[in-house]
């Protein structure tokens, strides 16, 4: 077996030497590992958010109605929100490579065929299968996070995914419109799909070498309502929606909110909202790089963790502020530094839970985590625009989403533990 496949120590404790700094730095195979995780992740992000930037030639062209498109729109959720918890409990049970590669391969092809159908009816079945093929991401990044990197390594491989999921809403916007003007929203699917399929080639070749699917035979894991029995699992629960309250909120409704209310043209909110989203991206990789140094350095691992997975959601919170403040320099300047403060949460959330759960229990718990995190893409666009709706404005709606980003920072701090395995009684037994 090579370097590559052997299992690294996990220092789940809060006493790690300073003389392990130098150990931090990623190898070479566990640097390519995270590299071609974060690349599916921008991919990830990128297929599932392509529908709504073609929407308005899709419905000129199809002849969809404006609510036929919310349907196509919110049913991705329905199935990627639902089968976390079976993806979860997939790649805890078989080898979570294969269970990696099959989503993958099953959402390439999802947007390839949405490029080439007709109807209505098989545009809603492909986005229930692309959901169904992308649910097995983030379980299976926890997995193989939890497995093969070690807690000093954790942020950083963490950080790099959270910047490909930033860095894929930041293409679509930029450069994704100016591409399908050029070659049609049909071929920019077909394009899609194919480009999504060739990250299968490296990952054949660099995939981690471990027969997880052998061991989950012989060690029996948790089931879900021994997870659920933990105070953290509910805190970990409730920092995610309130993470993704917020990022769907200004993926959804800020364009919306720029043009409308703040009266930018179309080429400007594209810009900003770029920008807002790089630096999301920025922030997540340097913060992850932070907190493995710190720990590295001699940081507690519950302190640093939940610094950053406290701190971001609470800075976060002054998205209220856009709303009211006049001057629009000052208040695209504070919606990046909100942007950037995101960041500084997703780079180490998904490592809270790397750690809590340990590397049998990651993909089921990342699963549920998920499951419920994803509510908050049904919550806040529906909420949002009633609100905007009821009033006429966007304070209230700005308002609400500050709110529940003070709630999730105290999440983290005040509702997860300390930042060590569970000891789980089915382990105990076995």
């Avoid at 750690?355 to 509510?375: M, P």
Wanted: aromatic fraction near 12%.
């Amino acid at each position: 077996m090579s370097n590559s496949s052997k299992l690294e120590e996990a220092h789940t404790c809060d006493d790690v030497s300073p003389s392990a700094v130098s150990a931090s730095r990623l190898s070479p195979e566990l640097s390519r590992i995270a590299a071609l995780l974060a690349l599916s992740a921008f991919l990830n992000y990128v297929d599932r958010g392509n529908l709504a930037l073609a929407a308005p030639l899709i419905q000129q062209d199809l002849g969809l109605s404006v609510y036929q498109l919310g349907v196509l729109f919110s049913s991705f959720f329905w199935t990627y929100a639902l089968f976390q918890i079976v993806s979860g409990w997939l790649v805890d049970r078989f080898n979570v490579n294969w269970v990696l590669a099959f989503g993958v391969l099953l959402w390439s092809v999802a947007t390839l065929a949405t490029g080439l159908l007709h109807g209505f009816t098989l545009l809603l079945l492909m986005r229930l299968v692309l959901g169904v093929g992308e649910s097995v991401s983030y379980p299976s990044y926890s997995k193989i996070i939890a497995r093969h990197f070690s807690e000093l390594r954790r942020g950083r491989a963490n950080s790099l995914i959270s910047a490909g999921q930033a860095c894929g809403p930041a293409f679509g916007t930029l450069l994704g419109g100016l591409l399908m003007a050029r070659i049609g929203w049909r071929l920019f699917f077909v394009t899609l799909g194919v480009a999504s399929s060739f990250w299968l080639i490296p990952w054949f070749r660099s995939m981690p070498r471990s027969a997880n699917s052998v061991e989950s035979k012989i060690v029996q894991t948790p089931g879900i309502l021994e997870i659920l029995e933990h105070r953290s699992v509910w805190g970990t629960f409730a920092g995610l929606f309130a993470y993704n309250y917020l990022s769907y909120f200004l993926i959804t409704w800020l364009p919306f909110y720029l043009v409308h209310e703040r009266h930018f043209s179309i080429s400007t909110m594209s810009l900003v909202s770029g920008v807002a989203f790089l630096g999301t991206a920025v922030s997540a990789a340097v913060s992850g790089w932070a907190s493995d140094r710190w720990i590295a350095a001699g940081g507690a691992v519950t302190r640093v963790r939940k610094t950053f997975t406290g701190a971001g959601p609470l800075f976060a919170s002054s998205v209220v502020l856009v709303s009211v403040i006049h001057d629009p320099r000052i208040a695209m300047a504070l919606l990046i530094l909100v942007c950037i403060s995101m960041g500084v949460c997703s780079s180490n959330l998904w490592a809270v839970t790397q750690t809590l759960a340990g590397a049998r229990v990651a993909g089921k718990w990342t699963g549920l985590q998920n499951f419920v995190g994803n509510f908050a893409g049904i919550v806040a666009p529906a909420l949002t625009g009633f609100v905007v709706g009821r009033t006429g404005h966007f304070f209230w709606a700005f308002a609400i989403t500050g709110a529940v980003s003070v709630l999730g920072g105290a999440a983290w701090i005040f509702a997860v533990g300390p930042l060590k395995e569970v000891s789980w009684r089915t382990q105990q037994r076995t």
